[in-house]
């Protein structure tokens, strides 16, 4: 007799990827020393290639990590009954399992706060006056970042004045920007019924803001998909091993729009961890909803032969964003935006 193993029904609704392996370690992640000289040409060419890169020599104190960390952890450990006062995320609070609207499910609990201008908003309140005092100095800390990689980015290419994209995202009171923290339980369940399996943490997508900045703790669990340039328009899912000194830096899709396609959003998910709990804190820069996202002016002007075309259709980023919380986590949300 056969007996087919079946999910328990705790993850039911989750979809099913092959446990990681050790060879599925990307051993080539990008890294740039944002201190170093030629930091704005390696930030481009890892941005062009793989669409993220790991960045060292940041300058974000460990104190400032750990004390937006600690309180993650101290209030994913609180009773349920605690954690879903705050919930449920629509979008913003605390969320169980599902993912935005549309029925996406994913093995983690995560908090989404919006923030206005430089700090936390009081429109989507933090769980406890510990934990946003210890978000508002990450997002500040992450403001800098972004800054300074969206310069060097505007640097590299050619793009004047250097904060034509870092203004959009953190100059402006009215951008949207967000901060995401992430919780994902051990997850045994599968371990002796089906040991290649494991569940979807986080499921593929794409950013659609221009740049998020991810910090993680030490387990492993993020994969990215590398991009081939095959007709078939294959990928390789590889895993990112974690470093919790570093963040990564993740192009959106509207980053590849401002670019003309350049810079390439990258396809993103993440595995669940067999034993231990992974805790991920992701700052998301997106500008004002009325920003128009189209191709930077000085990029479409150089080519010899003529003018180089847009893309994409235009769009603003409110449309954009609308159409986001319409679709399906996986969908390819820039695809009814590409000119033939
Ligand atoms: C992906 C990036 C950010 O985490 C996020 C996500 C948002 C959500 O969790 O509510 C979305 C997803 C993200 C894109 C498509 C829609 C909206 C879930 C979903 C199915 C906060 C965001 O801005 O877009």
Redesign the pocket.
């Known amino acids: 007799m056969v007996v087919l193993a079946k999910p328990p029904a705790a993850l039911e609704q989750i979809s099913l990827v092959r446990s990681p392996s050790v060879g599925d370690n990307f051993t080539g992640v990008p890294v740039v020393d944002l201190a170093a000289p030629g930091a704005a040409r390696d930030v481009i060419r890892a941005c062009e290639r793989f669409g993220f890169l790991k960045v060292v020599s940041h300058g974000v104190g460990e104190g400032v990590v750990g004390r937006l960390e600690a309180e993650a952890v101290r209030f994913f450990a609180s009773p349920q009954a605690v954690k879903d006062a705050h919930g449920p995320a629509s979008?913003f609070g605390y969320g169980n399992k599902r993912?935005?609207r549309?029925g996406?499910m994913g093995w983690l609990e995560y908090l989404?706060l919006a923030i206005d201008g430089e700090s936390l908003s009081r429109a989507s309140p933090a769980p406890s006056s510990s934990l946003r005092d210890a978000a508002n100095e990450y997002v500040g800390a992450m403001r800098r970042m972004a800054r300074t990689v969206l310069e060097m980015v505007a640097e590299g290419l050619g793009v004047t004045p250097r904060g034509a994209l870092a203004d959009m995202v953190v100059a402006d009171a009215a951008s949207d920007q967000?901060l995401?923290l992430n919780h994902y339980p051990p997850c045994p369940l599968l371990q002796n019924l089906m040991p290649n399996c494991s569940p979807t943490g986080f499921g593929e997508?794409t950013?659609?803001?221009l740049i998020s900045i991810l910090h993680s703790n030490s387990t492993s669990g993020l994969q990215v998909a590398l991009h081939h340039d095959d007709a078939a328009g294959d990928h390789q899912w590889v895993t990112v091993p974690p470093d919790p000194t570093s963040f990564l830096v993740i192009v959106g899709d509207s980053l590849q729009v401002m670019t003309n396609g350049r810079l390439r959003s990258v396809r993103h998910r993440v595995v669940a961890n067999k034993l231990k709990s992974r805790v991920s804190m992701?700052y998301?820069g997106g500008p004002p909803l009325e920003q128009r996202i189209a191709p930077l002016r000085q990029l479409l002007a150089g080519g010899g032969d003529g003018e180089e075309q847009s893309r994409y259709e235009e769009f603003t980023w409110g449309e954009y964003k609308k159409a986001?919380?319409l679709?399906?986590?996986g969908d390819n949300r820039l695809a009814p935006f590409h000119r033939q």
Request: charged share 20%; hydrophobic share 35%.
């Open positions: 979008p993912i935005g549309n996406d989404l967000l995401r997508h950013d659609p803001q992701i998301f986001a919380y679709s399906r986590l």
